[in-house]
């Protein structure tokens, strides 16, 4: 009994440690990976930090210096409307970062307990799950949006003000149709992996779904995660 508990207590933590360690040395490895890794960090923090550094107003129009090539005073130039092309750039990727990054967390999570739990049960759960997200496939994106920020964009903005409103109005209908692919593929990998032979011993020391869920099979299966969790960030940049 007191093996059974200790093997509970302590089965995961180490072998976690490990698979974190692991994959820390074989990225530290790959110099393309590391040099991506710096570039985006440059990026994220021009574009959350620069606005408050370069003081210039992306809206301010100078028809003076209109289509002007790039100088001192604008590094960018400016575009018809004399308006800094810096400027707007920094303030654009904030927006568009902050988009991307939120509605990519909306259906990396939705999509992934969808498909975790139509992998897990299967039988008339998975079916109705996959008939689900396949509904969801075949709802064309721009109309749907378009149509539900027209629907809602109203109730939204009286609740939350009009400029946060439709910017969460926005993160939710983007995160919420694009979580298909990501239940998919991690329902493809609960059916693979919950026949292991590990999941069968923690079922059979009494573990319970929760835990086989969530413990055992989800942190096998993040892989695949991952890489969708990192396209879901360009697909809705794009459709934001």
Do not use: C
Not at 54 to 64: A, K, Q
Request: net charge positive.
């Amino acid at each position: 009994m007191k093996l059974i508990q200790s093997s509970k207590t302590t089965s995961h933590s180490p072998k976690s440690r490990s698979l974190i360690e692991t994959a820390w040395r074989q990225f530290k490895r790959d110099k393309i990976a590391v040099l991506g890794i710096l570039i985006l960090s440059l990026m994220m923090i021009a574009v959350m930090v620069g606005p408050w550094i370069y003081v210039i107003r992306p809206t301010e129009i100078d028809f003076v210096n209109a289509l002007s090539p790039p100088s001192w005073k604008h590094p960018l130039g400016t575009n018809d409307l004399g308006q800094d092309q810096l400027a707007r750039l920094l303030i654009g990727g904030r927006v568009s970062l902050t988009v991307g990054v939120a509605a990519m967390v909306v259906a990396i999570l939705f999509g992934t307990i969808v498909g975790a739990i139509a992998g897990f049960y299967g039988g008339i759960l998975d079916t109705l799950l996959m008939g689900l997200t396949d509904l969801f496939i075949s709802l064309p994106q721009l109309p749907v949006l378009l149509l539900v920020i027209y629907l809602f964009r109203e109730p939204i903005k009286k609740n939350a003000g009009p400029e946060v409103g439709i910017f969460l109005l926005i993160i939710i209908v983007v995160g919420g149709l694009n979580w298909m692919s990501v239940a998919r593929l991690v329902r493809a990998s609960f059916l693979t992996t919950k026949e292991q032979d590990f999941v069968t011993a923690a079922k059979a020391i009494g573990a319970s779904s929760h835990r086989l869920i969530w413990l055992h099979i989800l942190p096998n299966v993040l892989s695949p995660v991952i890489v969708a969790a990192t396209l879901a960030v360009g697909t809705a940049i794009i459709t934001e």
